[in-house]
């Protein structure tokens, strides 16, 4: 697969989401794809995935969450970050992010207005997604150096 | 925690605890809530609807569906009767209560209230209280049923019971092992036994609650002895505390000869189990879920993944059928879509409801008889590991991965079973962990996966079972390469 | 009229005074007709894509399709492969031009162009000739087949296998007796040999055509004897004229036995009428029509019943079938609509592809034995009242009510037929006319027709016929009262 | 069923249309309705229907279209009528009358302006429709006396 460094990634379910078969797809795949998975399964609170990212020195958050309650569950995620000095880390988010079928568009508007910088349909490409994850982590490198 | 009846006065302080977890357990008063119960029509009945189904040889349909406010949720559940035609009705509930924290469902409740659309996936009943659930109880016509997926659910069963629920889904193992990631089976089934031997004190009252452990479990893939096997300890155990009317169930698999097979098996296994277990004053009856595992974006292809769904429920003769939605992969749908997964239900239903197709011939006797050995191997573990004690046995059973989930998120599974599909279609065990099969059942698995390994032009592996769990959401049923 | 082939080079001054019908007719020359077929890829050949999807298991999924103006057409052919993934094609053409009434045909091209919406319910392909057929043909990446109902179709097969296309569905009995009111059979039988003449001359020349009779009928609770029956004599008299490329079809009757058997019987039997009649050069393949009667409004209850149609042809092992869709019951469906059809149609197929349910069993074989008998004792009649010859035989028959289409509109079908439903949904005959069944078959269906009435608490009777051919539109199979 | 006299009325489907099962169904109905029902069948022409009404002095005529060239088929029927010196006879349409899924409203006010007195989705009850016919003949008997 995506050949390059194996940057270190925080996967997770947030929330009292207990959907677990999609997690461990992810996992299996972004390992598969090059990354260093730290993976914290399922029902993982905002510290959680911060405390995780900071040991292992992430480049990037993805969560996932497909129960609905994304829209509670990931608000404020981006602040508690910076509050915690976590201010350069890529947040990814994707799964079924609310309640209901909306456009996908409002949910991508709301969620990035969240601070989240790239959001994704349960129908994603994987093979795109770990591209882009990629290119992001790599942007944010020579940006840093 | 062992596997014995609990002694209903014993019970009375931690009935007193558990009631004061939240503000609205106070408003919860037995002997009110049996007389409340004794004055409800006899139509709200979920025991009764369950019995006269299976008199009746009818399929009920009943939909999944549960929003934030009261009113909100009446006019859902209205919609789901009169536009749906739903016979038994749900009531799911929100993801935060069925984690017991009832303070972020307040929080949900007014942030939907605020922003004017539902933001908790489910009916917050322990928020809303007995007064609140009773309300909803008082407005619809039909049995309710509450659906969530709780490993403690003392209070939530307090609650919804004094308000008048007739049933109530869920189990120790059932909504533990797929719903909850670190509660010890210990605690989910010793809490699951107060909810039955709860049941069995209004049994006792002469007030009928229809109890039904949740056979699909992480609805994807689960090879149907894991399924069966569950379902019949959960039975028993459920029995043990008194509880009468039980109805147990399995998550559409996709193969026809397969679901039929396993349906057949779990309906007389069950029985043969309960009545050695010395239960005879019980009402067995079966509910069949459509597909559980990842649906078709496409509706139209929902839809058919729908039917298919209702015609195996039909042909296998279940008395229950939950019914999925074109919205599935989706999000939580409207009471439309609802209402349109019950009415494309209902058209299969009453198209097949007087025809039978023969169960009597030589694949569906391999698989029923294949299905109870496997449940015979996985039982008789159990039994050998709680020493004769079931509950015990459940425990040490997970600790050994003697009983393993696919794809479950709690770290009481093992999690090294992993289910594959055979050149059929059919659900095998491609990774076996610790489940003590036979050799003849493992041979026979082995030799099925390879027949698929031979069609495919590839070794049996790891990459198959990521294909089979997307297959049927893009449109197969097995992950073949394309 | 007789059953013998039509000799080509007599035929050549017919050919003219047809092609001299319409003005597009000039247009038709067969040399260079050939040399365009054979230079078409092999992909548009429908003769071919019938071969390999006996080959290789497939079911491939057709469409009804067809809208008054090239352009649209062309769209939405196009979107039914891409968007709706259409393995063939159709192009049903419009009612004018189906009773050679090419004047109104060609005012309803004009009013669509006028109104910018289609005022016809088809493609009038003799109004836009050869070369605007072809332009469709060459559009598209799929095989095209003629989609019709037209007694006498000369003048529109002359055109349209000129164009390219590979396909043409219909048959002396099957588009005249269920399409039109005063076509005497001598003339569309007749019309047909040349048809079939025709396309046997492209057979001649290399290039393969298929042909399908049109086995639904009515559509209409049709007794698969009565389907079977007419569907193998249109076979022989097709073979007769040089076809080799055969398509029989059968309209989902909605009983799953009967369908299975009714499919398997007609396989089997027009194979033997075939061999014993000494063709041997040809390709038998079947088409499974979705329901092809009343379908419910609600769009839901439609998406189930195509459903249970994909799932019946995909078990029955059909090589094609023939996709209804959501609006079946309101219009002409719009393309979305229509790819929902086939997208629905493709889930079930693409579930069931794999599996296999046995039809090796008691109920089975007793159905599939009964249609075959029943069809023997149809087609002797045929046979002796023709004295051998089977288009005379036809004529006769339909006369004397020996073939008897339920519900036909025509004035040379005697009309004495009426179907009903047993107690399990198999179609029976409850008023027999002068259909010349054994004596034991006329018991059975009695007796199956007395189980109902006893289940029903109602005697045997009309208003039973009218409540089955309403049933499915109102979500049921079997018109049972309240 | 309806009780009244067995006022004639003539049915048939218009045009090249071969849809028979609804016709024989409205025929027994009809009949069964206490209707003196001159059936003209399928593929029945404009001026067909109006020669069976004269002959048969019929009150109303019931015109089914179901296969979607109603449109062209039933315009100028009024017209040709009045031509022809029915004058008072009640038109009746019902069926799929146009091509293609349309709103019934939309349907009903393009044949109402076309001189249908009333327009039938397929999906009508047809007591109700019974009911309206006798009420509808007995006004215009009323009305001319
Ligand atoms: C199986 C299933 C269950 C199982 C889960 C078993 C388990 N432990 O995993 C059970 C039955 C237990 C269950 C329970 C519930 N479920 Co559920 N469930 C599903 C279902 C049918 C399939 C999910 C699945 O496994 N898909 C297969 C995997 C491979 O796909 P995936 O999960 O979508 O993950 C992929 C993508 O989303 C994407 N992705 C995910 N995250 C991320 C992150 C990044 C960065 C990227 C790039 C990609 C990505 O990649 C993943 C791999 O391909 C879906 C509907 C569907 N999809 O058809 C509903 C669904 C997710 N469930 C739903 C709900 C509401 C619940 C419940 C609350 C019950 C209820 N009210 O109905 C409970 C949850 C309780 C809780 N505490 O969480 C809703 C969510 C509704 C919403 N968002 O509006 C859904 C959508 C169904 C519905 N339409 O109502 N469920
Ligand atoms: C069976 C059927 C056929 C059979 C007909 C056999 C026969 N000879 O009768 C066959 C296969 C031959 C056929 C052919 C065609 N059909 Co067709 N057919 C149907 C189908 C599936 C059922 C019709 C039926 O019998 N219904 C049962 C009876 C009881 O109901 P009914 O006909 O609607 O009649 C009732 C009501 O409409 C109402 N009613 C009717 N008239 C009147 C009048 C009054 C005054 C009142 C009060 C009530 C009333 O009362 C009747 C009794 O309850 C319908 C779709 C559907 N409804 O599901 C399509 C349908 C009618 N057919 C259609 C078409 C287009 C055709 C074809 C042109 C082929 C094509 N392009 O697909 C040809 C027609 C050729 C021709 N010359 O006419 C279209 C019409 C489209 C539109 N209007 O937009 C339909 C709607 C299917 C579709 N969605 O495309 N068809």
């Avoid at chain 2, 002997?31 to 006269?52: D, N, Q, T, V």
Wanted: hydrophobic share 45%; net charge negative; with cysteine.
């Amino acid at each position: 697969m995506t050949a390059g460094p194996p940057y270190t990634i925080v996967l997770g379910v947030i929330g009292a989401d207990c959907h677990s078969v999609g997690n461990k797809i992810l996992d299996a795949f972004f390992t598969d794809a090059g990354f260093r998975v730290v993976n914290l399964g399922v029902m993982v609170s905002r510290d959680e995935f911060i405390d995780a990212a900071i040991e292992s020195d992430a480049r990037a958050i993805l969560v996932s969450s497909l129960y609905g309650h994304g829209e509670i569950d990931c608000a404020g995620l981006r602040e508690r970050c910076i509050e915690r000095g976590l201010d350069s880390v890529l947040l990814y988010a994707g799964g079924n992010l609310v309640v209901g079928k909306r456009p996908f568009a409002e949910i991508e508007a709301k969620f990035k207005a969240m601070g989240f910088d790239r959001v994704f349909p349960p129908s994603v490409d994987l093979h795109a997604a770990a591209a882009l994850l990629r290119a992001d982590i790599e942007e944010a490198v020579h940006a840093r150096t | 925690m062992s596997s014995t009846p609990l002694d209903w006065k014993e019970m009375q302080a931690e009935r007193e605890k558990v009631l004061q977890e939240w503000p609205t357990g106070k408003d919860v008063h037995l002997e009110e809530a049996i007389a409340y119960h004794r004055g409800l029509p006899a139509e709200k009945s979920f025991p009764l609807a369950m019995r006269k189904a299976q008199a009746g040889k009818l399929l009920l349909l009943q939909p999944r569906a549960g929003v934030p406010l009261i009113d909100e949720h009446i006019k859902l559940l209205k919609y789901l009767e009169t536009e749906g035609g739903a016979d038994v009705l749900p009531t799911t509930i929100d993801a935060y209560t069925r984690q017991n924290r009832y303070a972020e469902a307040a929080r949900g409740i007014e942030l939907s209230l605020a922003e004017r659309h539902a933001l908790l996936n489910g009916f917050p009943a322990v928020n809303h209280g007995v007064e609140g659930c009773r309300k909803v109880v008082e407005s619809v016509g039909r049995p309710l049923q509450v659906r969530h997926g709780t490993p403690d659910a003392r209070l939530l069963a307090e609650i919804t019971l004094a308000a008048g629920f007739t049933s109530f889904e869920g189990g120790g193992i059932s909504y533990n092992i797929p719903y909850a990631k670190d509660v010890p089976l210990e605690k989910s089934i010793r809490n699951w036994q107060y909810v039955d031997r709860l049941v069995g004190f209004y049994e006792e009252q002469g007030v009928a609650i229809n109890r039904e452990p949740f056979g699909p479990l992480t609805g994807t893939l689960v090879p149907p002895c894991i399924g069966n096997a569950i379902g019949i300890i959960e039975g028993l155990l459920a029995l043990e505390q008194g509880v009468k009317s039980l109805t147990l169930g399995y998550g559409q698999g996709g193969n026809l000869v397969q679901d039929l097979a396993a349906m057949h098996a779990l309906r007389a296994q069950a029985a043969e189990y309960f009545h050695e277990a010395g239960f005879a004053d019980f009402h067995l009856t079966l509910v069949f879920h459509q597909w559980m595992g990842g649906f078709p974006e496409d509706e139209a292809k929902a839809f058919s993944v729908i039917a298919l769904g209702a015609a195996v429920a039909a042909l296998a003769k279940a008395e229950k059928i939950i019914v999925k939605t074109p919205y599935e992969a989706m999000g939580i749908p409207t009471k439309e879509a609802n209402a349109q997964g019950l009415r494309a239900t209902r058209q299969i239903v009453t198209m097949l409801q007087d025809q039978a197709i023969t169960t009597d011939h030589e694949a569906m006797r391999r698989e029923s008889g294949l299905i109870r050995s496997e449940v015979k191997c996985l039982l008789d573990a159990v039994y050998r590991a709680g020493e004769g004690d079931w509950a015990r046995g459940v425990v040490r059973a997970f600790a050994d991965g003697l009983l393993d989930v696919p794809f479950a998120p709690s770290i009481y599974n093992r999690g090294k079973v992993l289910p594959m599909r055979d050149n059929e279609g059919f659900i095998r065990v491609f990774r076996k962990g610790a489940l003590p099969f036979s050799a003849e059942i493992q041979e026979y698995h082995r030799a099925r996966l390879e027949e698929r390994a031979r069609a495919e032009r590839r070794p049996v592996s790891f990459q198959m079972v990521t294909d089979d769990i997307y297959a049927i959401s893009k449109g197969r049923l097995i992950g073949r390469p394309r």
